[in-house]
């Protein structure tokens, strides 16, 4: 996937290098269609950087794609059967995408090649030591690139 000459693609990986975690980083590249402003977005997606508050569970950039796909795309009513059906299906697609970029895996910890199931909740500097070991910029990139491509061939409708 082409996702550094893609518009979302770019605007997460400059959110990422600026220090924002790697779900605020995508849910930022979405924040002005999705009619939030940067300290709304930001605070609303913080918890859900490293795998979800540095758990290392679901990749934050994965969860920022599916909280954009949301407000985009999803459902507000509890007795919408179908909606929920129709936007389970969706986010399954996404993260089938996300996967066949990154070794068949949405799981933080694997795509970061670490063991074990206890991390520290202190985040790491940001320093050129920590970029050139994590590959999560090109992750942020990835999963805004394939949301972006996704709404091309799913217009949305509201």
């Known amino acids: 996937m082409d996702y550094e000459n893609t518009y979302h693609g770019k605007k997460a990986m400059e959110h990422f290098l600026a220090g924002y975690n790697c779900a605020q980083a995508v849910f930022l590249s979405y924040a002005e269609e999705l009619g939030l402003d940067?300290?709304?977005?930001?605070?609303?997606?913080?918890?859900?950087?490293?795998?979800?508050?540095?758990m290392r569970e679901v990749c934050g950039a994965v969860s920022g794609m599916f909280m954009a796909a949301g407000?985009?795309?999803?459902?507000?009513s509890p007795d919408d059967f179908e909606g929920k059906s129709e936007h389970y299906k969706r986010i399954q697609e996404l993260a089938a995408r996300f996967k066949a970029e990154?070794?068949?895996?949405?799981?933080?910890?694997?795509?970061?090649?670490?063991?074990?199931?206890?991390?520290?909740?202190?985040?790491e500097k940001r320093t050129k030591e920590y970029y050139q070991k994590r590959p999560c910029v090109h992750k942020v990139g990835i999963a805004?690139?394939?949301?972006e491509k996704y709404m091309e061939e799913h217009p949305v409708i509201k």
């Open 38 to 54: 940067r300290v709304t977005a930001a605070r609303l997606s913080s918890s859900f950087g490293a795998g979800m508050g540095r």
């Open 144 to 147: 805004a690139a394939i949301l």
């Open 102 to 123: 990154n070794n068949g895996t949405i799981i933080c910890r694997e795509l970061l090649g670490l063991t074990g199931d206890r991390f520290d909740h202190v985040p």
């Open 71 to 76: 407000l985009l795309y999803g459902y507000d």
